[in-house]
Structure formats: C-alpha cells, structure tokens
C-alpha cells in the first residue's frame, strides 16, 4: 500500500471525525434540557452518565490512565446488567484513543443493542447521536474494507508476478539443461569420430 494513499484516507477520517464532533456538540447543545445540563461532580464520569454523546466529548478529555479506569468500571456496570454501561463501552471501543479501540466490536456490539433496546426509550438527543455513530463506524469500516480489498488486489498481482517469474526461470532452468545435454552429446560424439579416426589410420 503506498504512503500517499495512508495519508489521504488518515486526512479523511481526521476530517470525518472533526465534523462528528461539530455536528455532536451542536445537537448536544440543541437537545438537552436545562435539568440535565450539570452533573454532579464524581471520581469517575460515567456512572450517572445519561447523555451519550456529552460523555463521549468527556472521554476526548482523559488521559490513557483514566481511560484504563474508566474501562474497567464500565466492565463492571456492564456485569452488573447496566444497559447504559453497555453503550458506554460501545464508546469506548470506538474513541480512537481508547486502549480498547476496535471498530468492529463496537459495530457489532451497537447492532446488537438496537435489536435489544427499543429507541422509544432513549432521548431525542441519544438517538441523534446513535445515528451518527453508527453512519461514523460504517464509514470506517467501509474505509478498512477498501483497504483490505486494495491489498488483496496487489497480493494477487504480486503472486501473478511471482508465478510468471518462476514460471520463466523454470524454463530459462530448462534450456540450460538441455543446453548442458546438448554439450555432453557433442563432446561425447566428438570422441566417437576421434576413435572412428584413429582405428581407420
């Protein structure tokens, strides 16, 4: 894969991800309600976390320690049955900075929320913000699987080029052989006529 092209799909998710985070702060701004607009300041931030996408833009904010902390809470609300850690862990597989990043658990484990949970219950903003992550990690991945498809393209072409070169020296390996045979034949054909001579003198 050539350089030029990582930097042009690195640009683009750096500018797709600029304008999610635009487009999230203004709906965040847009449909919050005055009562949930403060949260009471805690050791962690997610516990009474009901707003998505304001606890996304806060995990932009932490360093890869809090991140690791932050995980293993929301593994452990997570095991306690919380459907609101579930998400919250479905974030953090997809903040790019996250130890856990990985865009393909977070697709997965987000399609199986929507089955499970229905949208009537989430807030207007929530469900704005579900939309776009999931129109962000399709895009993701449709970026990964192009690349995958690229690559697969010049390993197949490399291979073509591998066999017609081995192809050709097997056959350059051939010629010689039979070059070598031929010599062999004409030395030993060569005695033969020497003897035939030397018997005839």
Wanted: aromatic share 4%.
């Amino acid at each position: 894969m050539s350089l030029a092209l990582l930097n042009k799909i690195k640009k683009g998710l750096k500018l797709y991800k600029t304008i999610i985070s635009l487009l999230l702060s203004l709906i965040i701004t847009a449909c919050q309600s005055p009562n949930s607009s403060q949260h009471a300041p805690t050791d962690t931030i997610a516990i009474s976390t009901a707003d998505f996408g304001q606890y996304y833009l806060s995990l932009k904010n932490l360093s890869a320690d809090e991140l690791h902390k932050e995980i293993a809470l929301q593994q452990l609300h997570k095991g306690l049955g919380s459907y609101e850690a579930e998400m919250n862990l479905i974030l953090l597989y997809s903040l790019s900075n996250s130890p856990i990043h990985n865009v393909y658990t977070a697709k997965s484990q987000l399609n199986r929320q929507l089955k499970k949970q229905q949208n009537d219950s989430l807030s207007l903003g929530d469900q704005a913000f579900i939309a776009l992550l999931k129109d962000q990690l399709n895009q993701q991945l449709f970026l990964f699987q192009k690349l995958i498809n690229r690559e697969l393209i010049q390993d197949t072409e490399q291979a073509k080029n591998r066999s017609k070169e081995k192809k050709q020296l097997d056959k350059i390996a051939t010629l010689e052989l039979t070059v070598t045979q031929l010599t062999e034949q004409i030395t030993q054909l060569k005695k033969i006529e020497q003897n035939i001579s030397e018997h005839g003198k």
